[in-house]
């Protein structure tokens, strides 16, 4: 469900304000809103309105797919799994796009594959415990 305020920053984003969609989106990130805070973590990441800038589009990424949202998991196992604003960590990206695989989104699906295909074995074990434990505990301390 899209609430009034993540409406009028999609408007604002389409037209080109991006000031606009910036602020809007802003303020409902930090409310908490993972739709909006994913939305940030892409304006970041593609330098859209704000500095380039793939720490904060990380931190962004996280918290929004700490709260599930599928896009979000998939664009932070892929921030691990390519070093981009975070040390470069396969477990760690493994795990995320696993959970994404295990929901049936195709491209965590071909982004898990391609992350394990420089895995051992025991690696790929470990990260698929890891993404169990993540979702028992609701996607929080993974």
Known sequence: MWSADLLKGAAAYEKKD?????KEWLALARQG????QFFIGNMYYKGVFVSQND???????????????IKAQNNLGTMYMRGRGIG??????FLWLH???MQGDKIGIKNRDLVAKIMTLNQIKKATKLAQ????????GC
């Open 99 to 101: 959970i994404t695989a």
């Open 33 to 36: 809103d993972p739709k909006a």
């Open 133 to 140: 434990e993540c979702v028992k505990n609701k996607y929080k």
């Open 18 to 22: 991006y000031k606009t969609a910036y």
């Open 55 to 69: 720490g904060n589009a990380v931190k962004w990424y996280k918290r929004s797919a700490e709260q599930g949202l």
């Open 88 to 93: 470069k960590n396969n477990i760690k990206a």
